[in-house]
């Protein structure tokens, strides 16, 4: 069974639109982390956020937010007013520390495309 | 500050040679992380490295090994490459990343490693 699930592949909006990333995760832990990790086109991960399984505040940071909610197991990821150098692929990721130590399970990605 | 360092960055190799590729950790990190990240696919997790002792596994082939050495540079050695081996590999490192009781310590990636398999 897939544990994090990205169900949108492709996302293409336009510049200056809000974009929600979606991704559910599952586990049976009740310790565990939650990521988003950006890869551009030059193919590097770049880490975006950590959250853990006892945190459920929602975070902001510039146009990023993130909605975590442990009643619907989702953690999804929302760009405000996004830019052309948003363009990446956008990866979920797990890491269920009480059953798989610190490894990390990513989701399929989305591929999102802003275009100016 | 110092960043994960991988070597080669590229390489291509025929089917049935094998390769090597190389990962530094961060200064004073202690446990290494593979993972290959095939042609639009998410990366997946192979193996780890805690303390010059494998720490985890995943699903890793058995043609591949790894280690880790003494100053914790890690290796991960491929042999009998086939084309399904062309992938990004990234190696990650952390401080301490094996205990859940002690809280997650962050894994810092390295820029990959391109294999082409030819």
């Known amino acids: 069974a897939q544990k994090v699930t990205q169900a949108q592949t492709e996302i293409s909006v336009v510049e200056k639109e809000d974009v929600t990333l979606d991704c559910v995760y599952e586990t049976r832990d009740t310790t565990y982390y939650l990521f988003w990790y950006k890869q551009p086109p030059s193919g590097e991960l770049v880490f975006l956020i950590r959250?853990?399984?006892?945190?459920?505040q929602n975070e902001i940071s510039g146009r990023y937010s993130w909605n975590f909610q442990k009643s619907t197991s989702s953690f999804n990821f929302t760009i405000t007013a996004s830019q052309v150098v948003d363009s990446a692929v956008y990866f979920c990721?797990?890491?269920?520390?009480?059953?798989?130590?610190?490894?990390?399970?990513f989701g399929e990605g989305t591929q999102l495309t802003v275009n100016p | 500050a110092a960043g994960v360092i991988q070597s080669p960055r590229h390489l291509i190799k025929e089917k049935r040679e094998t390769a090597t590729l190389k990962c530094y950790p961060i200064p004073r990190h202690d446990t290494v992380y593979w993972y290959q990240q095939g042609p639009g696919q998410d990366p997946q997790f192979l193996i780890s490295f805690y303390e010059k002792m494998q720490s985890d596994k995943g699903s890793i082939p058995d043609r591949f090994s790894a280690q880790q050495f003494s100053d914790y540079h890690s290796e991960l050695n491929m042999s009998s490459l086939e084309l399904g081996d062309s992938a990004l590999y990234f190696c990650?490192?952390?401080?301490?990343?094996?205990?859940?009781?002690?809280?997650?310590?962050?894994?810092?990636f390295g820029p990959g490693t391109r294999l082409t398999v030819l």
């Open positions: 959250r853990n399984s006892f945190d459920e």
């Open positions: 990721a797990l890491s269920e520390i009480e059953t798989s130590g610190s490894r990390l399970t």
């Open positions: 990650a490192s952390s401080l301490d990343g094996t205990s859940g009781s002690r809280g997650y310590n962050e894994q810092f």
